[in-house]
């Protein structure tokens, strides 16, 4: 028996000319965005104090294919296509009968998947004439992303980022400082939004809808600035999706075909990226699971609603549908920042409550397990957020060899580690622990969904 291809490489020339539009395929129409003020479906004009007509256009088209500008595409070429690997590594370690793979978005130049979405949306404000662009972060991987696209476009940026990241990864405000951008930590003083906050509550931790709400503030303030977000909305998610199509790509060049695909998922770029592009095929009637991984402290997948809700804390984002913690919750303060958002993307969400889409749930201790795993077997040590994939990889293999079964595994390895060694030396010395939300909270903040 030969040995497996470990590394699946595609040129330059491979790399998509297209995103993918997963609303041309749904069954059923994606559901309307409310105006925050009104509650009434939101116009075009709605959105233009915050984003550009052309990624206005690409939030509610119906088109399947939507082509990417030749100069995002050759920025793109600086990392992609990225490989696929194949963990034998980690099979071996899991005595599995299943193939276990995966796409590597780490090497991009900013670490993470996040720049797929921020050159495009650089790109679109540039051509709009923006000068500026506001955005949040939590673990900072999109920060640091939308830095660097806004130096390649020369744009200013300016980024409120969660206060526990901001604490606990100094070294992500020091990467997007190299590349120009003035870092914030939130919930601050600068915005009435942030300092409605930091009345009631002087040592909130912040989340990813307080940070919002302050870039919202920010961006509408000033003429020469447009906000910018890397998750969640579907131009983003339609960004994304050139990580499957690549993966997709791949893994037909060695004649296999994923069982089931797994992202992380918070608000749900990283996992639509890697899954849409396979649910298009699962709308044709192929057989593949695909399967959200989320942490168990802010579990909007598992645990929370599927309703009309706020954006952000402080109600200035449009209302959309989604499965929901209330936009007033605040998840604890657990390693990884990135998933820390009480909301998910309105697609993934609605795809998900029409059965199309599953999602699992895992604590910090049992993903920095797998972490560990994957990086004594792959030698490759992965971000928290993508640890979360990497559990439910670890979670399939060992069923498909309770079960006798060979199974192929897909999942996507968002980004690298290295700025959160700081989590693994918790980990490693045992002070690491699963950090539960509060029950009350999330009661109490569920009762605030808007009244649609």
Excluded at 17 to 32: C, F, K, S
Excluded at 84 to 91: D, F, I, K, N
Aim: proline content about 7%.
């Amino acid at each position: 028996m030969s040995e497996p291809i470990r590394k699946i490489m595609l040129d330059e020339k491979s790399i998509p000319t297209a995103w993918y539009n997963v609303q041309a395929d749904m069954p059923n129409p994606a559901e309307p965005a409310l105006h925050p003020g009104t509650l009434q479906p939101l116009g075009p004009a709605d959105l233009t104090p915050l984003f550009p007509m052309e990624l206005i256009k690409q939030e509610v088209s119906t088109e399947r294919w939507v082509e990417i500008p030749e100069e995002v595409r050759e920025l793109y070429k600086q990392w992609r296509p990225t490989p696929v690997y194949r963990a034998t590594g980690l099979e071996k370690l899991l005595d599995t009968p299943a193939k276990i793979y995966y796409k590597y978005e780490g090497t991009s130049p900013a670490g993470s998947h996040k720049l797929n979405t921020a050159l495009p949306q650089a790109y679109y404000n540039k051509a709009a004439g923006i000068k500026r662009l506001a955005t949040e972060t939590g673990a900072g991987q999109w920060g640091s992303a939308l830095s660097l696209a806004c130096t390649f476009f020369g744009l200013e940026c300016v980024v409120y980022m969660v206060k526990v990241s901001y604490n606990q990864k100094p070294y992500r405000k020091a990467f997007m400082q190299v590349y120009g951008a003035e870092v914030i930590p939130s919930p601050s003083m600068r915005t009435a939004s942030g300092r409605q906050v930091l009345e009631l509550n002087p040592d909130s931790p912040g989340s990813l809808g307080i940070a919002i709400s302050e870039a919202v503030e920010d961006a509408v303030s000033r003429e020469d600035t447009n906000y910018a977000l890397g998750s969640v909305l579907n131009h983003v998610i339609l960004h994304q999706t050139v990580i499957g199509l690549e993966a997709k790509a791949q893994l037909a060049m060695v004649d296999e075909y994923p069982d089931v695909v797994l992202g992380c998922c918070g608000g749900g770029s990283n996992f639509a990226g890697i899954a849409f592009p396979f649910l298009a095929d699962r709308f044709q009637g192929k057989k593949v699971r695909l399967v959200a991984v989320e942490p168990d402290a802010c579990p909007t997948l598992t645990k929370g609603v599927y309703a009309y809700d706020y954006g952000d804390l402080a109600k200035l984002t449009p209302v959309a549908k989604m499965y929901t913690l209330g936009h007033d919750f605040i998840p604890p303060g657990f390693h990884s920042g990135g998933l820390r958002y009480h909301g998910d993307s309105p697609l993934v969400s609605q795809l998900y409550h029409e059965g199309f889409l599953e999602a699992q749930a895992y604590g910090q201790r049992t993903i920095f397990e797998a972490a560990l795993a994957f990086a004594r077997s792959e030698g490759i040590i992965p971000a928290p957020e993508s640890a979360h994939a990497i559990a439910g990889a670890i979670a399939e293999a060992k069923a498909a060899k309770e079960a006798g079964e060979a199974r192929t595994i897909l999942f996507c390895l968002s980004g690298h580690g290295i700025f959160d060694l700081g989590a693994y030396e918790a980990y490693l010395s045992g002070g690491l622990k699963d950090v539960p939300y509060s029950e009350e909270a999330l009661a109490k903040s569920l009762n605030n969904l808007p009244k649609v």
